[in-house]
């Protein structure tokens, strides 16, 4: 780990927006998954969520190394309980879903706790999950098509929501817990030993303010 390494992890994980997610309902290509999670990596998404009715996201192969290690990922069985759990964690919840209700993309405010809901490739939000939604959002388009690739839907609609937060001033500040930062930052860092530590019930060990380990957690 060089000095330079460390300063760029801990100013990236300064970035990452808590409250700014994405909750994937039956997306099973693991190219799409893998774009999607991409993209929050780059506009700062620090959990993304996932939900598979039928058991067959492909957990073990979706996800390129360096994305899979940056943006954790939250399994869930049933998309009504993974709507509830975000709403309780004071997340709004927009559904890239075309229908009569639907508001263009660019008018809804996501500076608030945001989770956005994407649906699988053939069939897009489930009936279910769209009544879960607090508002459904629409990508106006003037072709042939009347839908995008899922993976590009998210882009516009983080990238969206990292204008607005960015204009807001939510970049500007640390706004993970300190707990959290330092256990992430560690992790980042050496995943080997926080994986070791983990297995032997250790704490993680401090570092140094050049990210080296000031002591050996296995002594």
């Not at 995943?191 to 303010?209: D, H, M, N, V």
């Amino acid at each position: 780990m060089t000095p330079e390494r460390f300063r760029r992890l801990k100013q990236v994980l300064a970035s990452r927006q808590p409250d700014l997610t994405v909750l994937m309902e039956n997306v099973h290509k693991s190219h799409n998954i893998a774009a999607v999670l991409r993209t929050c990596d780059a506009v700062g998404v620090f959990k993304a969520h996932a939900v598979s009715h039928d058991g067959e996201i492909p957990r073990h192969h979706m996800v390129s190394g360096g994305t899979r290690k940056y943006v954790r990922m939250q399994f869930h069985d049933d998309i009504l309980h993974a709507c509830e759990s975000l709403r309780k964690a004071g997340h709004q919840i927009l559904a890239a879903h075309l229908s009569t209700d639907a508001r263009d993309y660019r008018s809804l405010d996501y500076t608030r706790p945001t989770a956005l809901l994407l649906g699988s490739e053939l069939w897009g939000v489930s009936e279910t999950a769209s009544r879960a939604a607090d508002q459904h959002v629409v990508i106006p388009m003037c072709g042939v098509v009347t839908s995008l690739n899922v993976s590009v839907a998210a882009a516009i609609l983080l990238y969206e929501a990292r204008r607005q937060r960015e204009a807001a001033g939510l970049y500007k500040m640390c706004r993970l817990p300190a707990t959290t930062f330092d256990k992430t930052l560690f992790e980042w860092s050496y995943p080997a030993i926080a994986e070791r530590c983990r297995e032997r019930g250790l704490p993680y060990p401090p570092l140094t303010q050049d990210g080296d380990l000031a002591e050996n957690p296995f002594r």
